[in-house]
Structure formats: C-alpha cells, structure tokens
C-alpha cells in the first residue's frame, strides 16, 4: 500500500534551525511536493524534488533519498510568521498525489 | 482578481439544505480540484476535472456532486449532508502537462469552510 508519516507537530525558536522529516512507502514513484499552510489559509507550494539530493531557495531547502523513502524540509534562519503547517506529498506511479497529515510548527520568540 | 477564489469561505447548514460551493480560477489552467480537508487528516481528493472532463471521483457519496461547467470555474453542490461532512473543503487548480506530468504545482484557494448541523 501506499503510507506517508511525517510529525503532528514541531516546536523551535526565532532565529534557528528546525528540519521537518517526511517518509514514505510507494510502489510507484513522480516526486515529492513539500506546501505550507498558515492557519486559515490555501496551503502554497513550496518545492517539488524528483531527483536525490538537496535544493535549496532562500531561508527553505528540501532533501529527497528516494531509496530510503524519505524526504525533510529544512528552514533556516525561523521567523515568526514561519509559524504554519507544512504539508508532504508524494506522486504515485498514476500520478496521483498522497499527503501526509502535516506538521504543525510553532515558532516561539 | 488573481488566483483561485472560492465562495462562500464559510457556510453552516442542516442536513436537509441544498447548498453550492463555487471555485474560480484566473490562471488560465487546465484541472482543477475538490479536496477535503478535516483536522489532523490527510487531504482527501474528492474529484479531478482535467480538461472540463471529470477524471477522477475517488468513492466520494452521492449527497457530494460536482460540476464543471468550462475550464475556469468549479462548483460543489450539496445535498443532505451529514455531520461528520463537516470540513474545510479546498478547491485547487493546475496546469497539467504531458511531457512533465510528474511537476504537477497546484495551486490551491483559501477554501470553504462547512459546518453541518
């Protein structure tokens, strides 16, 4: 079957570092989409990767291993309005798209 | 107006209304979405209209009935809802490519919020 696990929540401070792990178990394999989501609002892309490997833009990078099934988004420099729900998602064999529940993270100042 | 736009953001009805939920978009994409969003819980995908066709419609109940009348806009019309139906209903759209089909970005709106008493 097709699974994707990633935290309920994550708590860090203005100004650090703070890495949000997705994994995921799929028979088939198009790439994986990171969104964020502010309370209230539409989630909003935020990087696709298909190949291994770290892309970074700006403040935000995201890292994929397809052979471990696993995939982190990595934000630098925390701000408060950093302060949302990230979403994974990963693109099946038939090009559909399977989310995990998201991640709430709280920025304390 | 730019984006994905949906109306009403917020809509409490009975069991027993009939009600529509609207979704347009300014993107000049080719699919568009219904998702189903509830705490906690992973985004549901309810239907997929690629090209004014309907091409998905994943075991969604019949009180749940899309329409998609061109390219640019989107209802959700709903009929004796239930109250476990209660949820943040989004409306996304992209622009689906066959060469890429893998870099499908989708764009989604602020979503309709619904209450089922």
């Known amino acids: 079957g097709q699974n994707i696990d990633q935290p309920t929540e994550m708590t860090a401070t203005e100004g650090a570092i703070v890495q949000i792990n997705c994994t995921y178990q799929t028979s088939g394999f198009n790439g994986l989409f990171w969104y964020q989501q502010h309370a209230g609002e539409a989630p909003t892309f935020l990087s696709y990767?298909?190949l291994d490997g770290l892309e970074e833009k700006g403040r935000f990078s995201s890292f994929l291993s397809r052979s471990k099934g696993y995939s982190y988004l990595l934000l630098k420099e925390l701000q408060m309005k950093d302060s949302a729900s990230y979403l994974c998602?990963?693109?099946?064999?038939?090009?559909?798209?399977?989310w995990g529940a998201g991640t709430k993270l709280i920025i304390k100042p | 107006e730019t984006g994905v736009t949906q109306t009403p953001r917020h809509l409490v009805m009975g069991m027993t209304n009939k009600k529509s939920l609207k979704c347009e978009q300014h993107l000049g994409h080719n699919a568009m979405y219904w998702y189903k969003q509830s705490a906690k819980k992973p985004l549901e995908l309810m239907f997929v209209y690629n090209f004014k066709e309907q091409t998905e419609n994943n075991s969604v109940p019949s009180r749940f009935s899309p329409e998609c009348p061109n390219s640019s806009h989107l209802f959700l019309h709903l009929h004796t809802l239930q109250p476990e139906d209660s949820a943040l209903y989004l409306c996304?759209?992209?622009?689906?490519?066959?060469?890429?089909?893998?870099?499908?970005?989708?764009?989604f709106g602020a979503g309709s919020r619904l209450t089922v008493l």
């Open positions: 990767n298909v």
């Open positions: 998602a990963h693109m099946d064999s038939n090009y559909q798209l399977i």
């Open positions: 996304a759209s992209s622009q689906v490519s066959d060469t890429t089909p893998g870099a499908n970005v989708l764009t």
